[in-house]
């Protein structure tokens, strides 16, 4: 059975639990990271000091879009790890682009959900609410040409930057119209899996 380790409010630990429900897999979670810690055991495993971490079969694998696209090959079959090359890295490339745009976004989540209110760099909101949707400008622009970042149907592909795309249409900032990426987004929310998982309150 599939071990995830990783506290289930890390967007990255999102991204592999929920891909794990749209696979079928069983699997057991166990809380690392933040408030719960991370003791030598898991260490051992991650020597990184971060989450995710999953042990599959007696395989440990880290980093979470790595995760992904191991468990789309593995059990994913053509459905969600397109054998055609040329076909896989048009997906494939908004799971590397995903990491860009978390670097943007990153200090308006810093600020709006882990730093108490009268602390907070207003400024830095501002910059990374800014950064942040200038690039959905380009998520829109792609979201216009097809439905859905892995192309004609749902698939791995959405998963990165779906996890991200909940927080930005959740964060208390300035956000321009992206009509693409809200229609997207609101058929992510439509998947059970997804609204459980990803779709959960900041913390």
């Not at 979670?29 to 933040?34: L, N, S």
């Amino acid at each position: 059975m599939l071990t995830i380790w990783g506290r289930i409010n890390s967007h990255n630990v999102k991204k592999i639990v929920w891909f794990a429900q749209e696979l079928g897999l069983p699997f057991v979670r166990h809380d690392v990271g933040g408030q719960f810690g991370m003791d030598a055991a898991y260490l051992a495993k991650n020597p990184n000091a971060l989450i995710p971490t999953i042990e599959d079969a007696g395989m440990i694998l880290w980093e979470s879009n790595a995760i992904l696209r191991y468990l789309a090959a593995q059990y994913g079959a053509d459905r969600f790890w397109p054998s055609n090359p040329a076909i896989r890295a048009q997906g494939d490339k908004w799971m590397d682009w995903q990491f860009a745009y978390a670097d943007a976004q990153r200090r308006a989540f810093g600020n709006l959900i882990r730093v108490p209110a009268p602390d907070r760099n207003h400024e830095a909101i501002a910059l990374s609410a800014k950064k942040s949707g200038d690039m959905m400008a380009v998520l829109d622009a792609a979201l216009a040409q097809q439905p859905w970042l892995s192309g004609d149907q749902f698939g791995v592909f959405d998963v990165p930057m779906g996890v991200y795309a909940h927080t930005w249409f959740t964060l208390d900032i300035d956000r321009p119209d992206r009509p693409h990426v809200r229609d997207w987004y609101d058929r992510l929310l439509a998947r059970p899996a997804f609204a459980e998982i990803a779709a959960i309150p900041l913390s």
